[in-house]
T-cell receptor, first 114, second 111 residues
């Protein structure tokens, strides 16, 4: 049983560049979530998919952020024109969505914007 | 939105000591999870406990949903217990898919 995987684990980019992160949920989990965690804080919700439908987006998700889950399996999170304030750990989680909504997290992608 | 408060913010223990971490939340919840975040940032599931009491080895948790709090007990602490402990709650309605996290308790266990 493989857990949630994320790629890359670390990303260093220059301000203004675009970056894309990938998340592969636990197989058969139909719910997928993205969270962001800055230093010293708890994770904050960004967006949520049920299968391929994006059902909720946080106000934290500005127009520069876009997330997709095209076939209801893996998901991508893209940040355009990165800013230094985007530096954070980006966490992906998945849940089965039937009878239980316990969420399981991946190892995260640590983004540093120079 | 719902507020989640954890206490204490920091806790320092000697190996072998017991501890209690508390999580208060401001509204009724459908789900409550406790996590341990390791030094590499991975969130490890400890308990999924919307109500009642559960035990797993040296760890146990109790959630009293009617009084809006949850407790995490760590007995006979070990150095490997060090890290940040988060509680997170999930509410129903339009926010059904979202966990709201507390600020965490930083636990340091000395040998």
């Amino acid at each position: 049983d493989t857990g949630v995987s994320q790629d890359p684990r670390h990303k260093i980019t220059k301000r203004g560049q675009n970056v894309t992160f990938r998340c592969d949920p636990i197989s058969e989990h139909n719910r997928l979530y993205w969270y962001r965690q800055t230093l010293g804080q708890g994770p904050e919700f960004l967006t949520y998919f049920q299968n391929e439908a994006q059902l909720e987006k946080s106000r934290l998700l500005s127009d520069r952020f876009s997330a997709e889950r095209p076939k209801g399996s893996f998901s991508t999170l893209e940040i355009q024109r990165t800013e230094q304030g985007d530096s954070a750990m980006y966490l992906c989680a998945s849940s089965l969505g039937q009878g239980t909504n316990e969420q399981f997290f991946g190892p995260g992608t640590r983004l540093t914007v120079l | 939105g719902i507020q989640v408060e954890q206490s204490p913010p920091d806790l320092i223990l000697q190996e072998g000591a017991n501890s209690t971490l508390r999580c208060n939340f401001s509204d009724s919840v459908n789900n409550l999870q406790w996590f341990h975040q390791n030094p590499w940032g991975q969130l490890i599931n400890l308990f999924y406990i919307p109500s009642g009491t559960k035990q797993n080895g040296r760890l146990s948790a109790t959630t009293v949903a009617t009084e809006r709090y949850s407790l995490l007990y760590i007995s006979s602490s070990q150095t490997t217990d060090s890290g940040v402990y988060f509680c997170a709650v999930l509410t129903g309605g339009t926010s059904y898919g979202k966990l709201t996290f507390g600020q965490g308790t930083i636990l340091t266990v000395h040998p």
